[in-house]
Structure formats: C-alpha cells, structure tokens
C-alpha cells in the first residue's frame, strides 16, 4: 500500500491556475478509476476532473473556492498494490498534464500594484504598524520628512481600507480577462481607426451575422489582418482560414468563443454556430479548445450602447473589429438631406506589423460589404 499525490495539471494551454468548484468526493471515500472527482474553473470554462487511479482519498489540498496553481497538488490517495518507491505514472485518465508528487497549496493574495517597495522610507514602528493593521506600504502615500511614511499615514489608510471593506479576488473569467489585458497592454501597439456604414438599404436585420460577413470579405481584401504575429521572432504568420473570436459580455465576465472558418459558411449556418456558442457560454460547458486559435476578433459592443471606441484584442492576433450603436443620421445624399441608418465601425490593428494603408482598406472594404443591400 502506497500514497500518491495527484497534482492539478494542465487544464489548457498553459492556464497558470483554476479554482475548485466542488469536490465529488470526500476524505476517506473510496474511488474508482475516471469516477468524477473533482469541477475545477479555469479561466473560462468548469472542467470536471476524473480520479487518475483506484484508490481512497487520503487528502483534500483545498476547499471549494480555493485557487489552485497548475502543478501544485490536489488530491492524495491510497493506493493498494503498489510499493511506496514506485513513482507517480502519468494521469492517462484525466485531461492533459503530468502527475507528479507535491503538496503546496497557493491561497492566493490580492495582486499588488503602486509603486516598488524600493525606497519606501518608514522606520520599524510604523513597518510593524502596518503589519498590525494590514496595510501595504505601498499603497500609502508619505507626509513625513523626506518623503518618509509616519504612523497617522498608516492609521489613515487602514481606516479607508476599513470603510471600503474586504478586497474581492477575481476568479474565473473576470481574473483571466484582467491577466489577458495586462498582456495586451504590454504585448501590442494598438491604433484605432473608425468609420461609419450606412445600412439604410438593409433588409436583413442580423446585425452579427452580417458584420461576421463583412469580416470575412475584408480578409479576402486585405489578408494581412488574418494573421498571428510573434514579437519574438519579428515574424507573421498570414492565414488562410479565417476563425473568428467573438466576444461575449456575461455577469461572469468576457468570454471569447470561435465561430471557425466564416469565410466558408452560409448565413443560416453562422447563426446556428452562433447560436450554440451563445448557450454554450451561458451554461459554462464550453469546450477549452473553442476558446483558443482565433485569427481576428469581433466585439458587438452597439448591442449595449456607444459609438466609437478602442477594442483590444490579445495576441497573437492582430486585429479587431468593433461594431457601435446603430442610430438614425442626416446625411447629404446625392446632393438632398436625408435620414438613414448608420452603424459606426472602430478597427483596433496591431500597428507593428499592420500598416495604415492595410487596415484602412480593411475597414473600407468591410463597410462596402455592409452597404449592400441584402
């Protein structure tokens, strides 16, 4: 009879964590081999994990709500028949990731932001202070000497802490869109340009499905924005499949499901597509794998409201397009006012590998789509 550690391991491609959703079993229950175990959350998606061999569970490394890092161990079990020196085989019964022995479980902090803790200037009473009450030095702003940091600094920003209540972790969607966008900020050199496409001639009102289109026909025009750049290597890769992440707004936060292929689907076909993504992410079953290996992104945000803006898009996309309110506009048409629909457009590109020129054809050739009457 033995112990083996079973460790979370890789829920995707490199998810650094999940959180525990709900344990299946409990400590001394006895499991079978790919029974339910355990529902962890990734980034966006529950993901029921069955138990790697038979055995009894031993050991818990976490409660429900807890965030386990990748690799770190989850679940100890007792195993009959095997000898204590017999290594840890790899999990062939749960998703992919390799079984190894540990017993660090991370109950992760608030991620802490403000300027360095180099050169904070406060003496060991006001440090011990602040360990008393639970402030960061580095959120405190000094009014001492020098710029130093006194105690009435530190009662000051603990009360303030003490009104504003306990700090919410972000779990789930909401922790991965805050992680997706930091590698935005850092990763991409982002310019927006914005256009309008009068929609005045429309006779099918599915908004999505024909800006899916007009995406697919600017690709045609302008393939530099289906694309994957790698900063690394200074180098593209222009696609030919265009797989379209669209983005979904839910209480959970953002998700981006892939509607695949566009350029090869009819209408009635993207809207079942799209239709099943919709559920999909309502009901948090999505497959992992529909979350990944986008070519271009699309955000409906005029479904909401606002005209313009500066969608961001994660790498190593290149582009994104954004679809504002429609609205009713006078414009001059053939030389007369008139009234007519009006859908504002905001193209976000990748300025280190898309030109102006590219995604401003881009855009134009969208907007030429949009304005057919169809």
């Avoid at 530190?154 to 966008?181: F, S, T």
């Amino acid at each position: 009879m033995a112990t083996k550690i079973f460790k979370l391991p890789d829920l995707g491609e490199g998810l650094p964590d999940a959180e525990i959703v709900k344990w299946h079993v409990q400590v001394g229950d006895s499991i079978s081999k790919d029974a339910p175990l355990v529902s962890m959350e990734t980034a966006k998606a529950v993901v029921e994990i069955p138990a790697p061999y038979d055995g009894t569970v031993a050991k818990l490394f976490g409660n429900e709500g807890d965030i386990i890092t990748t690799g770190s161990s989850l679940v100890s079990f007792t195993v009959e028949g095997v000898q204590e020196q017999e290594q840890v085989s790899q999990d062939k019964g749960t998703v992919v990731g390799k079984v190894a022995v540990g017993d660090k479980l991370v109950r992760e902090g608030a991620m802490q932001v403000g300027k360095a803790a180099i050169g904070i200037r406060a003496t060991p009473a006001v440090r011990a202070l602040a360990r008393k009450l639970e402030v960061d030095l580095k959120f405190v702003t000094p009014s001492g000497k020098d710029g130093a940091i006194t105690a009435a600094d530190v009662e000051r920003v603990a009360k303030i802490l003490k009104e504003v209540g306990p700090m919410e972790l972000l779990k789930g969607p909401r922790r991965a869109m805050a992680r997706n966008m930091s590698v935005a900020h850092a990763d991409v050199v982002p310019v927006t340009v914005s256009d309008d496409a009068d929609i005045y001639n429309w006779k099918n009102g599915d908004v999505t499905i024909r800006l899916v289109r007009a995406i697919s026909v600017a690709c045609d025009a302008e393939p530099a924005l289906n694309a994957w750049y790698d900063s690394h290597a200074v180098g593209r890769r222009v696609l030919k499949k265009i797989d379209l992440g669209i983005a979904l707004d839910t209480e959970d936060g953002l998700f981006v499901p892939v509607l695949r292929d566009i350029g090869n689907r009819d209408a009635d076909d993207l809207r079942r597509g799209l239709e099943a993504m919709k559920q999909a992410v309502q009901q948090r079953n999505v497959p992992p794998e529909e979350l990944r290996g986008y070519t271009i992104m699309l955000s409906n945000f005029g479904s909401f409201g606002g005209r313009y803006a500066n969608p961001i898009f994660l790498p190593p996309t290149v582009a994104i397009l954004g679809a504002g309110r429609a609205r009713d506009a006078l414009l001059a048409v053939n030389g007369k006012p008139a009234v007519h629909r009006i859908l504002p457009l905001s193209l976000t590109f990748d300025h280190r590998v898309i030109t102006g020129g590219e995604a401003t054809r881009f855009l134009m050739a969208a907007i030429a789509d949009l304005e057919t009457p169809v």
